[in-house]
């Protein structure tokens, strides 16, 4: 018997647990650590900080969705790991430690925004990098709106995170315009590049800019933030920029305190240094994927920080695991790009494809960004229950009150 232990109920360590959990003998346990009672996919938090999230549909519950998987979800948070012993030291919601042995350790908890080291950052900004982040936002927001006055918010970083977030407060401050107690939103997005999504083709960020301004998002560029107060930014050449709510998305890196964790090695940004297979440097027991990991490939790149390598890592992942556990050795994993998509707002979207020579637009990518979800959730719950997920939001759109 092997105890497989999975750190992280995000996209990929939901989809490994799920894979695993259907896939392993009867007598091998699989346990997934994470401290949410519920799966929220990631590239939708700016919906659930904006409030036009969907949770009864597109959400799960990791309790009964393990039982019907195969796996064990364990609520607690990883603290430590004790290598020599094979135990993963952790805590739970009551604030007591405990020790769970493994045979297997997968970790993919992700990453977390890096403020790098600003002034008055993590006191005065809000964050998108876990559901409790995303719904306090909501909670901020919500009572913004209701506040019936002109207000502010400034959004730094003008990646994927902070413009699709930009787009969303937009779109619903637009749609309460003919309510006179509802707040007008002023959506200021500051990057220290010299365009939007700087890491993207030129035509993709041109393209973004474009239907940002028509959504009249005032995009400030060529900007960096020097330090943050109650309500203000201040800019690196002494410019002041006002705000009733801030929020911070620019760079990620791994939690601090992941760095060298177990004696594990670690690069700059906290990520885990591991081989092709995934299997951490300093020990072929403990795995990593993910924003969380480094990993490389044979051509000396490293796998970048997107939604889509880390779902087709963890597939690799959960196939190579169940391969090993019947004595066949781990096969690389091997990276190709599908591109890019990044919605802005719900009925507009911009995707590249074909190694960023095509760049597309439009509601039909939009339609493709929502394609990407349910992928994920046929993954995590088979094509049953995704098909009739899909046919209840129809439904669910057609007669609810408008």
Same mark, same amino acid.
């Given at each position: 018997m092997s105890r497989i232990?999975?750190?992280?109920?995000?996209?990929?360590?939901?989809?490994?647990?799920?894979?695993?959990?259907?896939?392993?003998?009867?007598?091998?346990?699989?346990?997934?650590?994470?401290?949410?009672?519920?799966?929220?996919?990631?590239?939708?938090?700016?919906?659930?900080? =904006?409030?036009?999230?969907?949770?009864?549909?597109?959400? %799960?519950?990791?309790?009964?969705?393990? @039982? /019907?998987?195969g796996y064990m979800h364990y609520q607690a948070w990883m603290t430590d790991i004790k290598r020599e012993d094979k135990q993963l030291v952790v805590r739970k919601p009551n604030g007591e430690t405990d020790a769970i042995e493994y045979d297997y350790l997968v970790i993919a908890i992700g990453a977390i925004s890096n403020d790098f080291a600003t002034l008055g950052v993590q006191e005065h900004c809000l964050f998108l990098d876990t559901p409790e982040q995303a719904r306090d936002s909501w909670h901020q927001i919500s009572t913004l709106l209701r506040s019936g006055q002109e207000r502010s918010i400034n959004i730094v970083g003008?990646?994927?995170?902070?413009?699709?977030? =930009?787009?969303?407060?937009?779109?619903?401050?637009?749609? %309460?315009?003919?309510?006179?107690?509802? @707040? /007008?939103?002023?959506?200021?997005?500051?990057e220290a590049a010299d365009r939007v999504l700087p890491n993207s083709p030129l035509k993709m960020s041109q393209q973004a800019q474009k239907r940002l301004e028509e959504y009249q998002v005032n995009i400030i560029l060529n900007t960096r933030i020097a330090s943050v107060e109650a309500a203000r930014m201040t800019t690196s050449d002494g410019k002041v920029l006002a705000a009733d709510v801030q929020f911070w998305a620019a760079g990620i890196k791994a939690p601090d305190w992941l760095k060298n964790i177990g004696g594990l090695q670690s690069n700059n940004a906290n990520q885990l240094m591991v081989e092709q297979t995934l299997a951490t440097t300093a020990d072929s027991s403990i795995f990593s994927l993910g924003d969380c990991a480094a990993i490389p490939q044979a051509d000396g790149t490293q796998v970048p920080p997107k939604a889509q390598a880390a779902n087709r890592a963890a597939v690799h992942l959960a196939k190579n695991l169940v391969a090993h556990l019947e004595g066949k050795p781990l096969k690389p994993f091997v990276y190709k790009d599908g591109g890019m998509v990044v919605a802005i707002g719900h009925n507009f979207a911009i995707s590249t494809m074909l190694n960023d020579r095509l760049?597309?637009?439009?509601?039909?990518?939009?339609?493709?960004?929502?394609?990407?979800?349910?992928?994920?959730?046929?993954?995590?719950?088979?094509?049953?229950?995704?098909?009739?997920?899909?046919?209840?939001?129809?439904?669910?759109?057609?007669?609810?009150?408008?």
């Amino acid at each position: 018997m092997s105890r497989i232990v999975i750190v992280g109920g995000g996209a990929a360590g939901l989809e490994i647990a799920s894979l695993l959990g259907r896939s392993v003998n009867r007598q091998d346990e699989v346990i997934l650590v994470e401290g949410e009672t519920h799966h929220y996919w990631k590239p939708r938090f700016h919906e659930i900080a =904006a409030g036009t999230f969907d949770s009864d549909l597109d959400s %799960l519950c990791y309790f009964s969705h393990g @039982a /019907k998987n195969g796996y064990m979800h364990y609520q607690a948070w990883m603290t430590d790991i004790k290598r020599e012993d094979k135990q993963l030291v952790v805590r739970k919601p009551n604030g007591e430690t405990d020790a769970i042995e493994y045979d297997y350790l997968v970790i993919a908890i992700g990453a977390i925004s890096n403020d790098f080291a600003t002034l008055g950052v993590q006191e005065h900004c809000l964050f998108l990098d876990t559901p409790e982040q995303a719904r306090d936002s909501w909670h901020q927001i919500s009572t913004l709106l209701r506040s019936g006055q002109e207000r502010s918010i400034n959004i730094v970083g003008a990646g994927a995170t902070g413009l699709e977030l =930009a787009a969303e407060l937009a779109k619903v401050s637009a749609k %309460l315009a003919k309510n006179p107690y509802a @707040a /007008k939103l002023n959506i200021n997005l500051i990057e220290a590049a010299d365009r939007v999504l700087p890491n993207s083709p030129l035509k993709m960020s041109q393209q973004a800019q474009k239907r940002l301004e028509e959504y009249q998002v005032n995009i400030i560029l060529n900007t960096r933030i020097a330090s943050v107060e109650a309500a203000r930014m201040t800019t690196s050449d002494g410019k002041v920029l006002a705000a009733d709510v801030q929020f911070w998305a620019a760079g990620i890196k791994a939690p601090d305190w992941l760095k060298n964790i177990g004696g594990l090695q670690s690069n700059n940004a906290n990520q885990l240094m591991v081989e092709q297979t995934l299997a951490t440097t300093a020990d072929s027991s403990i795995f990593s994927l993910g924003d969380c990991a480094a990993i490389p490939q044979a051509d000396g790149t490293q796998v970048p920080p997107k939604a889509q390598a880390a779902n087709r890592a963890a597939v690799h992942l959960a196939k190579n695991l169940v391969a090993h556990l019947e004595g066949k050795p781990l096969k690389p994993f091997v990276y190709k790009d599908g591109g890019m998509v990044v919605a802005i707002g719900h009925n507009f979207a911009i995707s590249t494809m074909l190694n960023d020579r095509l760049v597309l637009k439009g509601r039909l990518v939009r339609r493709l960004y929502d394609t990407i979800f349910r992928l994920h959730q046929k993954t995590v719950s088979g094509l049953f229950t995704m098909s009739r997920l899909i046919i209840i939001k129809r439904l669910k759109c057609i007669f609810k009150p408008a």
